[in-house]
């Protein structure tokens, strides 16, 4: 069985008691940065071995964490933050263990985009999760004016280094529409701000980005 659990997305207090119990009790531990992980273990005394699947090796691992759970043996598969194939490398590791036949449960608990939308005020009965949008300003461009004309409400993660570049994007395509920019959710910075592109942007310029984000409209 494969166990996909959601951790943390910064403050460590936010996992389930399910969660802590499966972690403790399978065999191996399949995580994206093992140095990440290992505080979440040490603060809740897990002990079991942990092993990286990241973006990088996740050909060979999954593999290898395949052979193991075909030997009979208990994985839980976390990421570095919420919930494992939301945008992280979880997804390939989760398709190939179902291909092979293998259970896979779910220890649900905490994702960046469901706790950015249910803080942000936006419509949130129909919701379009956009995940990361493209990196190079064309396509990124294309892929602003095809979300726009959905009509619904629209959930995209951002880092801090792009950010600035997204909103001058979005300032164009979207106008003057307000976005609601959430950073650092359940972290010590923790805000929520709702503003056009333009004053989004003075902020974000006379104040480096910081932390991680979602932007929604
Ligand atoms: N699997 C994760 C989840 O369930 O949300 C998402 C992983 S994705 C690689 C990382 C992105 O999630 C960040 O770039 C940011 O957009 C968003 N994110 C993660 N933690 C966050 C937080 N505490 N506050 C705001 N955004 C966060």
Redo the contacts with the bound molecule.
């Keep these: 069985m494969l166990y996909v659990v959601?951790t943390p997305?910064?403050?460590l207090g936010d996992i389930t008691y399910r969660a802590v119990e499966v972690l403790k009790s399978v065999d191996l531990i399949a995580c994206?940065d093992t140095r990440k992980t290992r505080i979440l273990a040490g603060h809740y005394g897990i002990r079991t071995h942990l092993t990286s699947y990241y973006e990088y090796n996740k050909a060979a691992k999954g593999d290898y964490i395949l052979r193991i759970l075909k030997e009979g043996k208990r994985v839980a598969l976390v990421?570095?933050?919420?919930?494992?194939?939301?945008?992280?490398p979880?997804f390939s590791l989760i398709r190939s263990v179902l291909d092979s036949g293998i259970g896979v449960v779910s220890i649900p608990g905490?994702?960046?985009?469901?706790?950015?939308l249910s803080i942000s005020g936006l419509a949130t009965n129909k919701f379009f999760f956009e995940?990361?949008l493209p990196v190079k300003g064309g396509p990124r461009k294309k892929r602003l004016t095809w979300l726009k004309g959905l009509g619904t409400t629209i959930v995209?993660?951002?880092?801090p280094h792009r950010l600035l570049k997204t909103l001058e994007d979005m300032a164009e395509i979207l106008g003057d529409k307000k976005i609601v920019v959430?950073?650092?959710?359940?972290?010590k910075f923790?805000e929520a701000i709702q503003a056009g592109p333009q004053e989004l942007i003075k902020r974000f310029k006379a104040s480096k980005p910081r932390?991680?984000?979602?932007?929604m409209f």
């Design positions: 959601s997305i910064g403050n994206e990421s570095d933050a919420g919930t494992p194939g939301i945008s992280d979880g905490p994702t960046a985009l469901i706790s950015a995940g990361f995209v993660y951002e880092s959430a950073r650092e959710i359940t972290k923790e932390g991680e984000f979602v932007l």
